[in-house]
C-alpha cells in the first residue's frame, strides 16, 4: 500500500499540522498541491501556543531539559492533543474520510492523534515523538512514518522515536533520501504521484 491509497479511496479533507515555530501558512503551496492533487478539501489551523522565541508562531507544546533530554511539558501536550481531536470532530464528516498530515512536532502530534481515533490515514513527517508521553492504541489509523535522510535538525533518539509506538499499530515506514528537516517537498509529492519510495516495512511494532 502507497500513499496513493487516499486518492484511490476518495477522501475528503486533508488536515495539515504545522511544526514548532511555523504556522497553518507553512507548506501551503505543498498542502494545496496535494489537495487539488488527490481532489480533498484541506483544513489547516494554528497550534494553540505562541512559540517561546517567536512570538509571531505557534507551537504544540513546550519543551524542558530532563537528564540530557528535551521532554514535553505534559499540560502542554494533552491540551493540544484535545484541541486537535476537537478541530478533527468539529469538522462534521467520517473520520475515515481524513488523512492527517504532520510535520517535525505536528508529526508527532498527527501520530499520537492517529493512535486514538479512527481516521482514514496519518502521514508524519519528521516527527518529533515525545519520549515522556504514554501511547496507547485505541485507534485503528494506519501511520505512515516518513523520515528525511538529510535531517539535521533531530538526533538519533527523535529520528527512532517510532520504537515507543503501541503493538498492534499498522504502522508504515520510508526515508526520504533527498530531503531534509524543513525541505521535503520533492520527495513526498514522488511518493504521493509516483509511489518511488518504498515502504521498508510494516507492522513492526
Not at 494533552?78 to 484541541?83: A, D, F, I, T, V
Not at 513527517?125 to 489509523?141: A, E, M, V, W
Request: glycine share 6%; with cysteine.
Amino acid at each position: 500500500m502507497s500513499l496513493v491509497f487516499y486518492v484511490e479511496y476518495k477522501m475528503k479533507k486533508i488536515v495539515f499540522l504545522h511544526g514548532s515555530g511555523a504556522d497553518k501558512n507553512r507548506y501551503a503551496e505543498l498542502c494545496d498541491t496535494i489537495a487539488k492533487y488527490c481532489g480533498c478539501e484541506l483544513v489547516c489551523f494554528n497550534a494553540p501556543f505562541t512559540h517561546y522565541a517567536r512570538p509571531d508562531k505557534y507551537q504544540w507544546f513546550g519543551k524542558f531539559e530532563n537528564s540530557g533530554r528535551r521532554d514535553a511539558v505534559i499540560s502542554d501536550y494533552e491540551y493540544s492533543l484535545r484541541y486537535i481531536k476537537d478541530k478533527i470532530l468539529a469538522l462534521n464528516c467520517n473520520t475515515k474520510d481524513i488523512v492527517l498530515i504532520g510535520h517535525s512536532q505536528g508529526g508527532g502530534m498527527a501520530v499520537h492523534s492517529g493512535l486514538e481515533m479512527n481516521l482514514g490515514m496519518v502521514v508524519a513527517i519528521c516527527p518529533d515523538l515525545p519520549y515522556n508521553i504514554k501511547y496507547d492504541l485505541s485507534g485503528n489509523t494506519p501511520i505512515y512514518w516518513l523520515e528525511a535522510a538529510k535531517d539535521t535538525l533531530l538526533d538519533d533518539n527523535r529520528k527512532q522515536s517510532y520504537k515507543l509506538l503501541p503493538n498492534g499499530v499498522d504502522f508504515h515506514y520510508a526515508i526520504l533520501p533527498n530531503s531534509g528537516h524543513k525541505d521535503f517537498e520533492n520527495d513526498f509529492m514522488n511518493v504521493i504521484k509516483n509511489n518511488e519510495i518504498p515502504f521498508l516495512y510494516k507492522n513492526t511494532r
